[in-house]
């Protein structure tokens, strides 16, 4: 697979099939977000200049792509009762899985970055 700007491409024997990194974007957003302690999703970056360059295209998932693999970043608020290791390992199983089993891309790595603490402890049952 070669990175173009905004997408990934696999090499087939009859054809390239090219994917967009929003639709990437959009699945490893969904799988986190159906992991119970997950708050809310949270911008990549808290420099004011980088909010303002990326505006509503910061969904909380970063990707990147070296040849074949990709590696992912996830920004996340958690709930404070939530069990960080526990979550964390969810979130990077969900994610790992939904990625290649849709997109049969290989993940190389999900790193997880719990941004902030939701006190409010309305997590979802």
Excluded: C, H
Aim: glycine share 4%; aromatic share 4%; hydrophobic share 40%.
């Amino acid at each position: 697979m070669a990175e173009m700007e905004n997408e990934i491409e696999e090499e087939r024997t009859a054809g390239k099939v090219m994917y967009n990194k929003d639709i990437i974007k959009s699945i490893i957003s969904l799988a986190t977000k159906e992991i119970n302690g997950v708050a809310t999703m949270n911008k990549t970056s808290q420099n004011p200049i980088v909010k303002l360059v990326r505006g509503k295209n910061d969904n909380g998932v970063k990707v990147s792509s070296n040849g074949d693999e990709v590696t992912i970043d996830v920004y996340i608020n958690i709930f404070s009762n939530a069990n960080v290791k526990e979550i964390s390992w969810r979130i990077q199983e969900n994610i790992r899985t939904s990625v290649q089993s849709m997109m049969n891309i290989k993940v190389k790595a999900v790193n997880i970055n719990i941004i902030d603490v939701d006190f409010s402890n309305q997590e979802r049952e």
